[in-house]
């Protein structure tokens, strides 16, 4: 799974012959624009997944983890 940055011939063929799925969002000014093989769901979860991580690395204390305890790193999270 990538970001539409990802979305070029090469990066897909090599995935492929890897035996990957590809789960890349095409970009609109791809020639070939059909999203064959893309599964909406699936990407959505990983956005999502994404902004827990951002919203996380805002909280100064859960990034670099200066609580001593796991009781309190735990209640952090």
């Given at each position: 799974?990538?970001?539409?940055?990802?979305?070029?011939?090469?990066v897909r063929e090599k995935l492929t012959n890897k035996k990957i799925q590809v789960i890349?969002?095409?970009?609109?000014?791809f020639i070939d624009s059909?999203?064959?093989?893309f599964?909406?769901?699936?990407?959505?979860?990983r956005h999502?997944?994404?902004n827990l991580f951002a919203r996380l690395k805002q909280f100064r204390s859960?990034?670099?983890r200066y609580d001593k305890s796991?009781?309190?790193?735990?209640?952090?999270?």
């Open positions: 799974m990538a970001d539409r940055v990802y979305s070029n011939k090469n890349i969002p095409k970009k609109k000014n059909k999203n064959d093989g599964d909406i769901h699936v990407y959505k979860i999502l997944i994404e859960i990034a670099t796991n009781n309190n790193f735990a209640s952090m999270v």
